[in-house]
């Protein structure tokens, strides 16, 4: 069987050398739109730190993966209210174009091949943009349009390098169905991997057994190898009340999950999780290009709602906030060591 790809969400300091000893040989490097005038342009300071810092990924023994410009993120912020709505930005010039046209995104299919020769060498596998299924990546773009945005990406990026590996991350959202049907099921399909993101027990319902059975049903309705951009349990975090979350309550209004699994959201628990899916994995391996765990290492504050006590993005590392492994670290790496020997 092909070797499978392990790898991690990490920020640029993190520790390599202990990434590298536990079997994780990729990073996930986001990259933000290179040009402040004009494709090709001047490039802006924001993209010049990350190719420094994949750069360095690089040098210091790890592959990347890159992921390609997102056109808008969301935050959440105080409403009238009181409660927290999100509002989204874009996170291209407006000299880049009209949000789902044409120019747009041609645009962007001349950003990605400027990436792909500019990155050559340093990159060899690319998710394009980030969960274009939920409106807390893809704005004002609806469905149809983003997958066109994501095809173009793809397609400027193999114009530019043919051997490069090209795909996209649904989030698990049902919506992402309609990405799976019209990225893979078109005679003139560039995707090389199906990718899905998927927090089983946190975001959504379920638990991590569920992973064979999605990878499953993606593999027959692709026919592509499936890439697990990003998984993971939290490791804190209590759970909201039933109530509250079919009021459409967010994990930042409560500052609890919506789902929990075992023992709940603790550092215990959260190994234990991370050993049940890799045997999950282990089941499906041979439909498997890889996974890319989310994350390294915990955050200081939600990067969502921006508090420090909210456990929607604060507690999903293998370290801790000083760099000490977490109990999942070990969980981790023996499911790498077990399924690299399976193959």
């Not at 069987?1 to 300091?13: K, N």
């Not at 095809?151 to 090209?166: H, I, N, P, Q």
């Not at 490791?235 to 409560?254: F, I, K, N």
Request: glycine share 12%; aromatic share 12%; charged share 20%.
């Amino acid at each position: 069987m092909t070797p499978l790809r392990f790898g991690v969400c990490a920020h640029r300091h993190s520790d390599a050398p202990l990434m590298r000893e536990s079997g994780i040989q990729w990073v996930r490097d986001i990259f933000p739109f290179p040009f402040r005038d004009k494709i090709a342009g001047e490039l802006t300071d924001g993209y010049l730190k990350a190719r420094e810092s994949a750069k360095k990924w690089a040098m210091g023994g790890m592959k990347v993966m890159g992921v390609s410009p997102c056109p808008f993120h969301g935050r959440r912020t105080p409403g009238p209210d009181g409660r927290l709505a999100l509002v989204s930005s874009s996170n291209f010039p407006e000299w880049a174009g009209t949000p789902g046209s044409p120019g747009y995104n041609r645009n962007y299919h001349d950003t990605c091949a400027w990436l792909a020769g500019d990155l050559k060498g340093t990159v060899g596998m690319w998710q394009v943009a980030n969960e274009l299924d939920i409106e807390l990546f893809s704005g004002p773009l609806n469905p149809a349009q983003a997958c066109e945005l994501v095809t173009a990406g793809a397609r400027g990026f193999k114009s530019s390098d043919s051997s490069l590996v090209v795909g996209h991350n649904p989030s698990g959202d049902p919506r992402g169905y309609y990405f799976f049907g019209r990225l893979f099921n078109r005679p003139d399909r560039v995707m090389d991997y199906c990718g899905i993101d998927g927090y089983y027990a946190s975001w959504a319902p379920g638990a991590p057994t569920d992973w064979a059975p999605r990878i499953r049903e993606l593999h027959a309705l692709t026919g592509a190898p499936i890439l697990v951009n990003e998984w993971g349990f939290s490791s804190t975090g209590g759970v909201m009340s039933e109530q509250d979350r079919l009021a459409g309550l967010m994990p930042c209004d409560r500052k609890s999950w919506w789902f929990t699994w075992g023992e709940g959201h603790t550092p215990a628990s959260q190994a234990k999780y991370i050993q049940t899916a890799m045997d999950s994995f282990m089941t499906v391996r041979e439909m498997l290009l890889g996974m890319f765990f989310y994350r390294w290492e915990d955050q200081e504050k939600c990067w969502q709602c921006g508090a420090a006590d909210c456990p929607a993005e604060i507690a999903w590392g293998l370290t801790d906030l000083e760099g000490n492994p977490k109990p999942s670290l070990k969980a981790y790496r023996d499911g790498i060591g077990r399924l690299s020997e399976a193959g």
